[in-house]
């Protein structure tokens, strides 16, 4: 190599080595090519796997390789969408979601399922779909035997390992391993809701759930299950599907058996009685979740139905009250001509014909085909009483026994004994007290 008095390089080799990271190999100026900058390109690449993420996002500590991926990332935050569809009023943050999305206006779907008619407009998508078939399950977990037929799957599942939550809400600090999952979050806190349903005015957030809405009026049950007839207007409700063909979780107390580990720790408090869950409003407690999120929405009713003055927390609630009001029954047994208009009702009236009574006592041995029948014969047991009078002491284990009670503070008591007061609302209980007075024996009816 040629030097310079000082002992420093000049003329091309100067050029060579000016502006190389310090611990990254120095670039060969006797290549072939002889140009430099021909080489710039690898040398980044060996930058990169050296630092592997420079480029931090200051809001959460998000980090990426490129500074491309921090700018895409930014966007999170910023709500910038800066890519708009020129048929709709559609925006997306990058260039590849609204190619994505402007497929979806030409409605043609070229690549086609031979094995169960499933069409799409993405060649990736049918790939994809077609490891529903062949069970095909590529991406695996380093750390554990994991593996999955979807790469954003894989990583969601990873970010179990590390608890890396990349994506954070400024508004209220929520975390999340997907970018798509924030997007859906920052909606709460905007409250828009841009896209509404021509039949019936629902409004949504988010484009895919009004997709989603629109198969309620069309009938439409895309997601077929590939072991049997089942088909679901939602993927998420196949996937629940799904997890039925496969029960590892088996309670050893009653023999229950459920495919998600969750689910069977859920469970187990039927026989704990544990109720972990607490409403800050008011006494009630949970042995699930879900049930104190519905029990919470009590303490506020909006919906409420013009025939009667019923009050409901959830609009489906309402929509299954108005059946009292039309008569309709939309669920169908195909083994007889029952009809009921509530779906839990449907179920156990299905159990009738398979006899499956899945749900059993670990005490005793009764068993049922409704989980909660179950939930109330268990008080046989532990003697619970979870439903309380407002006006005296009075607890029972049924709200329908509780229902029977609260009349007696509600109705007139219009039966009046003349010979000691004695007051009641029940015809029945005043013949039994007049016999107090003539002597008979009050217990004979």
Known sequence: ????????????????????????????????????????????????????????????????????????????????????????????????????????????????????????????????????????????????????????????????????????????????????????????????????????????????????????????????????????????????????HEKHYMCGECGYRTAEKFALSEHMRIHTDEKPYKCDQCDYSAAQKSNLNVHKAKHEKPYMCGECGYRATQKVHLSRHMRTHTGEKPYKCDQCDYSAAVKSTFNAHKAKHTGEKPYMCGECGYRTARKTHMTRYMRTHTGGKPYKCDQCDYSAALKSTLDNHRTIHTRKKTYNCSECGYRTAHKLSFTRHMRTHTGENPTQV
């Open 1 to 244: 190599m040629a030097t310079a008095a000082d002992g420093s390089p000049t003329g091309e080799e100067q050029n060579c080595f000016d502006g190389s990271p310090i611990g990254v190999p120095q670039i060969d100026c006797d290549s072939k090519t002889g140009n430099a900058e021909d080489q710039v390109p690898a040398q980044k690449i060996k930058f990169r796997n050296a630092s592997k993420k420079p480029y931090m996002c200051g809001e959460c500590g998000f980090r990426a390789t490129r500074k491309l991926g921090l700018s895409l990332h930014m966007r999170t935050h910023t709500g910038e969408k800066p890519y708009k569809c020129d048929q709709c009023d559609y925006a997306a943050a990058s260039k590849s979601t609204l190619n994505y999305h402007k497929a979806k206006h030409s409605g043609e779907k070229p690549y086609m399922c031979g094995e169960c008619g499933y069409r799409t407009t993405h060649k990736p998508d049918l790939f994809q779909h077609m490891r529903t078939h062949t069970g095909e399950k590529p991406y695996k977990c380093d750390q554990c035997d994991y593996s999955t037929a979807w790469r954003t799957a894989l990583y969601d599942h990873k970010a179990k390992h590390t608890g890396e939550k990349p994506f954070m809400c400024v508004e209220c600090g929520y975390r999340t391993t997907r970018r798509s999952d924030l997007s859906r979050h920052m909606a709460k806190h905007s409250g828009a809701k841009p896209y509404m349903c021509g039949e019936c005015g629902y409004r949504a957030a988010q484009r895919s759930y009004l997709s989603q809405h629109m198969r309620t009026h069309t009938g439409e049950k895309p997601f077929k299950c590939d072991q049997c007839d089942y088909s679901a207007a939602q993927k998420s409700k196949l996937n629940v599907h799904r997890a039925k």
